[in-house]
Structures are given as structure tokens and as C-alpha cells.
């Protein structure tokens, strides 16, 4: 960091289990990346190459390559994963993955209709050499999962051997965790985090106000995801309460006081 600062919270150093930020690449050019990193290096652990996009974008293998050598996770979106699955194309997105020399992958059902037990073995089979992100809820708007589907399916894929499961909320943040508002179930929310450990969970959280009231919620070091190639700083002065919605947060209280007496 550029100086130093007293009573902020204490964040892991990468590669880390907790505190991640996952960002959301909707197509970045190869110059664009190059200006992501040099900026926001230290602060991404994973790259989604959101949805289908990496089937348009120019240069992927060179793009993946950027990423990776800058430490992170980089994985293809969830519905291209199903966009394979529905065309019966399970062994040629695993022969894509070792092309772009991919070690992760993301398993998703949110689109289309697929019997758990299968979405298991998709987890179970590509966990064997790949790290393996699944995503939990549907893209649907409306469409409600009632919250002890949500744990049993989320500690399922986890026991196949996901190493986070996502909750779902598109990339408008209004389906699956939250309201067509955009704010949080909190009821759904805090069902799950009664039988799932955060520290399993990556909560997709586009929206500044869903970041805020996940790191109220749950502390710095919550794992987020679906964020801006933009809002990777924002989203760490977040963390760190060195922005308005979460400055007094980590302060002890003898300095609230103080402020609130002058």
C-alpha cells in the first residue's frame, strides 16, 4: 500500500481461501487487460470470462495467459459450460479447456433443466484436474428455490468437490439471492449460512449496495463475485472502511465518540 493507516482490517495475502474478489470480464481487449493488471493485480484472485463472451473475444488464449501470469483463477462462463451441455458436448468442452489450458472450470444449471445428480457428476468429473466453481439458484427472474434446496444442493456439490459454490444473481444482481429490487433475501441468505460455511461461498454481488451489506453482514474477508473491471478499488476501499458506507466500521470506539462529540 502507498502509506500506512491505522485500524484497518487485516486482509490475506493471495492466493487466498477467503476474501475473494472475482471479476467479471465481459470482453475486455488484450489492452484493456493489460491496463486491469497494472492496476488491480494484487486485488483480483479470479476472472470470469462471462457467459459466452470468450467464444467472440480476440486473442482468449493470449487474454487467459495475461491473467494467469498475474496469479489469478481464470474460468469460462456458466452458460457456455450449458450451451455445451445441451448440444451433448461434455468431452469437447473438457478438449476447449485444455486447449485454452484452463485449470478451472464452472459448472452451472441456470438456464436449462438438468437433474442434480448429473450436474454432479459433471462437479465430481472435472474436479479430478481442474479447481471447479458451481453455481447454485436459477437466472430466472421469479423463480424461487426454497432455501433447504439451496444448502442440500450447495453441500452436495461442494462433498463432489466444488472449491466454491456461487450464489447465483446473474449479472444484474436481481435473481436468485436477491429481490427484483436488487436487495438481499436475508431470510434465504441467513438459512444458508446456518448449514454452509462463507468461507465456501462466493456471493455474486454486482451492485454496490449488495458489496456493502455482504461486508456488513459477514466482515472484509467475504468472498465476492461479479464484479466491474472498474469497481475492483471501489470494492476494496470497501473492505477496508475507507469509503462512506463502511468507514466507521473497523474504528474503535473511542474515535466514533470523539467524532460524533467535535
Given at each position: 500500500m502507498n502509506f500506512t493507516l491505522p485500524y484497518l482490517p487485516d486482509r490475506p495475502s493471495k492466493?487466498?481461501?477467503?476474501?475473494?474478489?472475482?471479476m467479471m470480464d465481459k470482453g475486455l481487449s488484450i489492452r484493456q487487460v493489460e491496463d486491469f493488471l497494472s492496476a488491480n493485480a494484487e486485488l483480483t484472485d479470479v476472472v470470469k470470462l462471462g457467459?459466452?463472451?470468450?467464444?467472440?473475444?480476440?486473442?482468449?488464449?493470449?487474454?487467459?495467459k495475461l491473467?494467469?501470469?498475474?496469479?489469478?483463477?481464470?474460468y469460462l462462463g456458466g452458460t457456455l459450460f450449458e450451451a455445451f451441455i445441451v448440444r451433448n458436448m461434455f468431452d469437447d468442452y473438457i478438449k476447449l479447456l485444455d486447449k485454452l489450458k484452463l485449470d478451472c472450470a464452472e459448472v452451472s444449471d441456470g438456464s436449462i433443466d438438468m437433474p442434480h445428480d448429473k450436474k454432479l457428476e459433471y462437479i465430481n468429473t472435472l474436479s479430478k484436474?481442474?479447481?471447479?466453481?458451481?453455481e447454485v439458484g436459477s437466472k430466472e427472474a421469479g423463480m424461487i428455490i426454497h432455501p433447504a434446496k439451496w444448502v442440500s444442493m450447495m453441500n452436495a456439490e461442494l462433498n463432489a468437490g466444488s472449491w466454491k459454490v456461487i450464489a447465483e444473481a446473474r449479472e444484474s444482481g436481481n435473481v436468485g439471492i436477491y429481490r427484483a429490487n436488487g436487495n438481499a433475501h436475508t431470510i434465504l441468505i441467513n438459512k444458508i449460512l446456518?448449514?454452509?460455511k462463507s468461507e465456501d461461498i462466493l456471493w455474486e454481488a454486482p451492485q454496490k449496495a449488495q458489496q456493502v451489506w455482504f461486508i456488513k453482514l459477514l466482515g472484509p474477508n467475504v468472498n465476492l463475485g461479479n464484479i466491474g473491471f472498474d469497481d475492483v478499488i471501489p470494492l476494496e476501499t470497501l473492505r477496508l472502511g475507507l469509503r462512506g458506507d463502511t468507514f466507521f466500521s473497523y474504528l474503535p470506539s473511542e474515535l466514533k465518540q470523539k467524532i460524533k462529540t467535535e
Open positions: 492466493p487466498r481461501n477467503s476474501g475473494i474478489t472475482m457467459f459466452g463472451t470468450s467464444y467472440l473475444t480476440n486473442n482468449i488464449k493470449q487474454k487467459i491473467y494467469k501470469e498475474a496469479g489469478m483463477k481464470v484436474n481442474r479447481t471447479v466453481f458451481s446456518a448449514k454452509v
